[in-house]
């Protein structure tokens, strides 16, 4: 299994810094032409329980901020609305319709790094901008699981840990924002931060394969520390989010690094 190295880490920090930028549930089938961002791709999916069938088509705008902008192509039963979404996401490979106001676009944002934006596809307001790596979705499409980084932006080299969050899509998101957020969702593991003082790639928690979700409301992974492999239970009782650890074991070789 792969890792990302501590020079993999800082260039994703970078990007961090750079891709800041203003401005149902059906998982579904992904269209692409041969050339990422090309003319021509889009991804459609379409919500039963609304009546709400929505098309993200790349068009060539980059706005000022250097975000991508996707052409969202809306039809309700009463009509078809078109409405322009500027997104951190570069590559998009999935599209969720939780609603007739909330849809999730996902995708690859450079390198290492991936990301979701939440928006709305009637109007294509964006709601919340996130940054991340290892994302996992619920059954039900509602809940997202992610790995995000600490500390968020630069750091000394090897720095960086991982933090695994879940975030509630069908939540109230507050305040529409398009700015980034690097500190979304409910931080599920570990409790507290590591400390800074980072000498060797032990000092970190690094993500060893996926986070596999069993239900709606639960989801394991494992997470490696000085040298240690942690099987790790989360799960959701009245909205909140708790994770134990059920399972010890150490590193094998190939698992280092």
């Known amino acids: 299994m792969t890792c990302l190295t501590p020079i993999s880490l800082l260039r994703a920090r970078r990007l961090f810094a750079k891709a800041i930028v203003a401005g149902l549930s059906i998982h579904l089938a992904v269209v692409h032409a041969a050339a990422a961002g090309a003319m021509g791709n889009h991804i459609e999916a379409r919500s039963r329980p609304v009546g709400v069938k929505v098309e993200v088509s790349t068009t060539k705008s980059i706005d000022s901020f250097g975000a991508r902008v996707f052409e969202v192509t809306a039809v309700t039963n009463a009509s078809q609305k078109v409405s322009y979404l500027s997104s951190i996401v570069e590559d998009p490979t999935s599209l969720t319709i939780l609603a007739e106001h909330r849809g999730i676009l996902y995708g690859h944002i450079s390198g290492v790094l991936d990301g979701f934006t939440i928006f709305d596809p ?61 500190d979304a969702g409910q931080r599920v593991y570990p409790a507290s931060d590591p400390g800074l003082h980072v000498e060797s790639e032990d000092d970190v928690h690094r993500l060893l394969g996926t986070i596999n979700w069993n239900s709606a409301t639960r989801f394991t992974f494992q997470d490696k520390y000085h040298g240690v492999v942690s099987t790790v239970v989360a799960s959701c009782s009245e909205k909140h989010w708790t994770a134990s650890v059920v399972s010890t074991r150490p590193e094998l070789p190939a698992e280092r690094n």
Do not use: N, W
């Not at 979705?137 to 080299?157: M, N, Q, Y």
């Open 122 to 182: 009637l109007d294509g307001t964006v709601l919340l901008q996130v940054p991340c790596i290892r994302i996992s979705t619920s059954p039900d499409g509602k809940k997202i699981a992610f790995v995000r980084f600490f500390p968020p932006h630069f750091a000394p080299l090897g720095a960086s840990s991982f933090v695994y969050a879940v975030l509630d899509a069908t939540a109230e998101i507050g305040k529409p924002s398009a700015a980034m957020r690097d």
